[in-house]
């Protein structure tokens, strides 16, 4: 069984516009989350090393804030591009 997109003949269409902002919405998404992560992360083994606890707190503060710079940034841009719907 054949699906709506592809043809009987075993070829494929190329991905419709739908897909692509599908794509484009899971990169903000994990530009979003990285920067949280990596601040954990590097927060508390900086902190093992430097024998200070709390610098895990401050990379995770310091991530979502990153994060959150990166998704408006992000939002931003993919709004201004040509046919974006503007919220209502």
């Known amino acids: 069984m054949t699906s709506a997109r592809e043809p009987s003949d075993g070829t494929r269409l190329p991905p419709t516009r739908g897909s692509a902002d599908l794509f484009r919405f899971a990169a903000i998404g994990l530009e979003?989350?990285?920067?949280?992560?990596?601040?954990?992360?590097?927060?508390?083994?900086?902190?093992?090393?430097?024998?200070?606890?709390?610098?895990?707190?401050i990379g995770l503060i310091g991530g979502v804030a990153v994060g959150f710079y990166r998704l408006i940034v992000e939002v931003r841009s993919f709004m201004q591009r040509p046919g974006a719907r503007s919220p209502r």
């Open 32 to 57: 979003f989350f990285s920067p949280i992560v990596a601040g954990i992360l590097g927060g508390y083994y900086l902190g093992e090393y430097l024998h200070i606890p709390w610098l895990g707190l």
